[in-house]
C-alpha cells in the first residue's frame, strides 16, 4: 500500500503498464471509499430516524443521544466525502497523464539513437565509412585466422593420417 501515498505527478517516472497498475489501485480504493460511504449514509438515516421515534415517545434523553451518535456519523461521513473527492481528482489527473506516458515511450527515433551512439563512442555522425572499414577488417582478421586454423588442422590431420593408416579422417 506504500504506492497509495504517492502523488499522482509521480506517474512521470512510471511505464504506462505501471501507472495503468497504479491507476488501477486508486479506482479500487476509491470503489472501497464509496461503498464505506454508503454504509455511513445509511448509518446517518438510521440514527435520524432513531431522533425522529425517540422525540415522538417524548423520550428527550434518548433523542439527545441518538444525535449525538448522528453528528459522529456526519463528521465522518465529511472526511469520506472529502477523501473521495480527492480520490476522484487524484485518478482524473492520472488519466489525463497517461496518454502522455504512451506517447513518450513511443518517440524512439532509431537515427538519432544511432547517432547519439556514434558520437557516445566518440566517433562523429558521417564517420560511418571509417566504422564500416574496421568492421570489414575485423572480418578479414577473422577469416584469416579461420583459414590458418583450418590449414593447420588439415596438416596436423595429413600428418597423422600417415602415422595410422588404418585411421579415417
Known amino acids: 500500500m506504500e504506492q497509495m501515498e504517492r502523488r499522482p505527478e509521480d506517474l512521470f517516472g512510471m511505464d504506462p503498464q505501471e501507472a495503468k497498475a497504479y491507476i488501477a489501485a486508486h479506482l479500487a480504493s476509491l470503489k472501497l471509499t464509496?461503498?464505506?460511504r454508503a454504509e455511513l449514509e445509511a448509518d446517518l438515516a438510521k440514527w435520524m430516524?432513531?431522533?425522529?421515534?425517540?422525540?415522538?415517545?417524548?423520550?428527550?434523553?434518548?433523542?439527545l443521544e441518538a444525535e449525538k451518535a448522528a453528528e459522529r456519523v456526519r463528521?465522518?461521513?465529511?472526511?469520506?466525502?472529502?477523501?473521495?473527492?480527492?480520490?476522484?481528482?487524484?485518478?482524473?489527473?492520472?488519466?489525463?497523464?497517461l496518454p502522455g506516458l504512451s506517447?513518450?515511450?513511443?518517440?524512439?527515433?532509431?537515427?538519432?539513437?544511432?547517432?547519439?551512439?556514434?558520437?557516445?563512442?566518440?566517433?562523429l555522425p558521417g564517420d560511418e565509412a571509417a566504422a564500416e572499414t574496421e568492421r570489414n577488417l575485423a572480418k578479414l582478421e577473422k577469416e584469416s585466422k579461420a583459414a590458418a586454423d583450418l590449414a593447420a588442422l588439415k596438416a596436423k590431420l595429413t600428418g597423422s593420417k600417415g602415422e595410422n593408416p588404418g585411421g579415417a579422417q
Do not use: F
Open 49 to 63: 430516524g432513531r431522533i425522529e421515534l425517540a422525540r415522538s415517545k417524548g423520550a428527550e434523553d434518548l433523542a
Open 75 to 97: 463528521t465522518d461521513l465529511a472526511k469520506l466525502q472529502a477523501e473521495e473527492a480527492e480520490l476522484r481528482a487524484q485518478i482524473d489527473v492520472m488519466r489525463r497523464q
Open 34 to 36: 464509496e461503498k464505506k
Open 103 to 123: 506517447a513518450r515511450q513511443r518517440t524512439v527515433d532509431p537515427d538519432l539513437l544511432e547517432q547519439e551512439l556514434l558520437m557516445a563512442s566518440g566517433r
